[in-house]
C-alpha cells in the first residue's frame, strides 16, 4: 500500500524559512517523479516544483523560482521541498504527489493535478506579513 506523508509546515513570517518532507512507504521515489502541489483557500490547486527520477531534473512555477528548491533523499524515501523568503502568497496546504505508472511522469504537463494518482494528506503553510 502506497503512502504519501507530508510534514514540516507552520506558521511563519514573512522572509522565513520552512522545509516540507513528503516520506514515501511502498513508492521508491528514486523511480518515480515526485511533485509538490499547493492550495490556497478558494484557489485551485497549483503545481509547484517537480524532481524527475531520471537525472534529478527539477522545474518550478515561475513564483517560486529562485525561493524554493526539491531534492529527494533515496536511502531515506524522502522528498523535500525548501522554501525560503517566503511570502504571504505561499500561504496554502501543501501536497505532494505521485504518478501511478513511472512513464505518466513524461505525459501532458508536469502541473497538471489529474495525471497524479497517490497523494498526501498534506501540510499547512501559513505565511504572516
Known amino acids: 500500500q502506497v503512502q504519501l506523508v507530508e510534514s514540516g509546515g507552520g506558521s511563519v513570517q514573512a522572509g522565513g524559512s520552512l522545509r516540507l518532507s513528503c516520506a514515501a512507504v511502498?513508492?521508491?521515489?528514486?523511480?518515480?517523479?515526485m511533485v509538490w502541489f499547493r492550495q490556497a483557500p478558494g484557489r485551485e490547486r497549483e503545481g509547484v516544483a517537480i524532481?524527475?527520477?531520471?537525472?534529478?531534473?527539477?522545474i518550478y512555477t515561475d513564483s517560486v523560482k529562485g525561493r524554493f528548491t526539491v531534492s529527494r533523499d533515496n536511502a531515506k524515501n524522502t522528498v523535500y521541498l525548501q522554501m525560503n523568503n517566503l511570502k504571504d502568497e505561499d500561504t496554502g496546504m501543501y501536497y505532494c504527489?505521485?504518478?501511478?505508472?513511472?512513464?505518466?511522469?513524461?505525459?501532458?504537463?508536469?502541473?497538471?493535478?489529474?495525471?497524479?494518482?497517490?497523494w498526501g494528506q498534506g501540510t499547512q503553510v501559513t505565511v504572516s506579513l
Open positions: 504527489a505521485g504518478v501511478r505508472r513511472y512513464f505518466d511522469c513524461y505525459s501532458g504537463s508536469w502541473n497538471s493535478s489529474a495525471k497524479y494518482y497517490y
Open positions: 524532481i524527475y527520477e531520471s537525472d534529478g531534473g527539477t
Open positions: 511502498g513508492y521508491p521515489v528514486s523511480s518515480n517523479c
